[in-house]
């Protein structure tokens, strides 16, 4: 279940009260269940996937792809495998973990693991929120936000795309207040 923080260190799990919270910033956040499916779940354990296995679990889960396909004029999707056994994992991770933005909506669909979202809000306020497994968020192009693992440094997701020419993180150079102790 998604938890979202507050800067004064508050944790919140009710999604109607994250909704709301989140609202300002026309974030889109919803439950789509995983199949269950042996194959599938056994994929699902797996640290790592090789592009074959990763398709599989995209093909598993394309029911939610053709729906976007349908409604929104999404034209591709893949799976991010990220874990702690990935020599590069910091430098990937490097990329986006800094507030930014992009020109297309960041979508995506989280299957194991969990990655932590942090967001800047019209006020300037900033919360985090944790996205666990069968948590789908759409985050509107131009949101300034950042993204990260927790501790477990885990996540599978599956990502949406309208187009991937626009995905390059435009960084807005604003501090993360997450990362300094909040002053008492
Ligand atoms: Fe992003």
């Known amino acids: 279940m998604a ?13 109607s009260y994250i909704t709301q919270e989140l609202a300002t910033l026309n974030i889109f956040i919803n439950r789509w269940n995983i199949p269950n499916n042996p194959e599938l779940q056994s ?18 889960l394309d029911s939610y792809f053709e729906k976007l396909q349908q409604t929104a004029g999404y034209q591709s999707r893949d799976l991010v495998v990220l874990h702690p056994g990935i020599p590069n994992l910091d430098s990937l991770i490097a990329k986006f973990d800094q507030i930014h933005t992009h020109a297309d909506d960041e979508v995506r669909y989280v299957i194991d693991g969990e990655a932590i979202f942090g967001f800047v809000r019209p006020d300037g306020s900033q919360v985090e929120l944790t996205v666990q497994p069968e948590e789908y968020i759409n985050v509107p192009a131009g949101t300034e936000h950042w993204f990260y693992l927790t501790s477990g440094r885990r996540v599978k997701a599956v990502r949406y795309f309208i187009t991937t020419e626009a995905w390059t993180p435009q960084y807005t150079g604003r501090e993360i207040r997450f990362r300094q102790p909040i002053a008492k």
């Open 3 to 15: 938890v979202l923080k507050l800067e004064d260190g508050t944790l919140h799990s009710d999604l």
């Open 43 to 60: 994929l699902l354990a797996q640290d790592s996937l090789d592009e074959d296995e990763k398709e599989q679990v995209l093909k598993a």
